[in-house]
C-alpha cells in the first residue's frame, strides 16, 4: 500500500467508448502524475499537476484529458481511444513537484497500482 | 527527460546468489531512485539516494549513487523468489524538471 489508489484496476473499452481513471492519493502530497506504461518501453510521462493547475502535458493526443479537481485527486478522461493506446496507466504523486534536477530528501514519488486499459 | 541505460536487460539468478545492476546517464543527475515493479502492480519505491557517493541499504537491498554522478548501482544480496520482478532505475537529470526511467532490469530466480 503506497497511499496512492487507483480506479479501476482493469479497463476494456471499445474505441468508440468514454471511460475514466480515478487516482486518489491519501499523502497529502501537492504534485500528481499520469504515466504510460507499454511492454518493454520505459515509463512516459503525461501529464503533472502541481497544486491542482496542469504544469505539464507532454505531447498527450487530446483523446486523453486529464482533471485535477484537487490536489488529492486526478483522472484521466478517455475518448475514442486506438488500440495502441492500450497501456498500464500509472499515477504517481510527490509532495512538491519535481525541482530542477532534483528530488529533495523526504520529497520523493510514489506511484499507484495502476490501471491495465485494453482498447478493442 | 533524458534516456537512461540500465543493465542487465534481464538475469536468471539461483536463489541465494547476490545480483548487481547498475543504471547510467550521460547527464549528471542530483538524485537517483530504485523501484521494483511486481507483475500486474505499479513500481514500488525501494531506495532514494540524493547525494553523490551515498551508499544506502534497505533490507537485502544496496544502492549507491556513482561518484561521478552519472551513475548508480542497485545490489541484492543472497536473492529469495519474491526477489522476482522488474526493477527500475529512474532520476532527474541536472537540466531538466522530467523524472527518467531506465528500462527496467527483469530478475527471475530460480529456486
Known amino acids: 500500500e503506497t497511499g496512492v489508489t487507483q480506479t479501476p484496476r482493469h479497463l476494456v473499452m471499445g474505441m468508440t467508448n468514454k471511460k475514466s481513471l480515478k487516482c486518489e492519493q491519501h499523502?497529502?502530497?501537492?504534485?500528481m502524475y499520469w504515466y504510460k506504461q507499454s511492454a518493454k518501453k520505459p515509463l512516459e510521462l503525461m501529464f503533472v499537476y502541481n497544486f491542482k493547475e496542469q504544469t505539464e502535458n507532454n505531447s498527450v493526443p487530446s483523446r486523453f484529458s486529464p482533471e485535477c479537481p484537487n490536489s488529492s485527486h486526478l483522472f484521466l478522461h478517455l475518448h475514442t481511444l486506438q488500440p495502441e493506446d492500450s497501456a498500464l496507466y500509472l499515477c504517481?504523486?510527490?509532495?512538491?513537484?519535481?525541482?530542477?534536477?532534483?528530488?529533495?530528501?523526504?520529497?520523493?514519488?510514489?506511484f499507484g497500482e495502476g490501471s491495465w486499459l485494453t482498447v478493442v | 527527460g533524458q534516456q537512461l541505460n540500465q543493465s542487465p536487460q534481464s538475469m536468471f539468478i539461483q536463489e541465494g546468489e547476490d545480483v548487481s545492476m547498475n543504471c547510467t546517464s550521460s547527464s549528471i543527475f542530483n538524485t537517483w531512485l530504485w523501484y521494483k515493479q511486481d507483475p500486474g502492480e505499479g513500481p514500488v519505491l525501494l531506495i532514494a539516494?540524493?547525494?553523490?557517493?551515498e551508499l544506502t541499504s534497505n533490507g537485502r537491498l544496496t544502492a549507491q549513487f556513482g561518484i561521478t554522478r552519472k551513475d548508480s548501482f542497485l545490489n541484492i544480496s543472497a536473492s529469495i523468489p519474491s526477489d522476482v520482478g522488474i526493477y527500475f532505475c529512474?532520476?532527474?537529470?541536472?537540466?531538466?524538471?522530467?523524472?527518467?526511467f531506465g528500462a527496467g532490469t527483469t530478475v527471475t530466480v530460480r529456486a
Open positions: 529512474a532520476g532527474p537529470s541536472s537540466n531538466d524538471y522530467k523524472l527518467s
Open positions: 504517481a504523486s510527490s509532495q512538491e513537484k519535481l525541482g530542477l534536477g532534483r528530488l529533495s530528501s523526504g520529497n520523493t514519488i510514489y
Open positions: 539516494l540524493y547525494k553523490a557517493g
Open positions: 499523502l497529502g502530497h501537492n504534485a
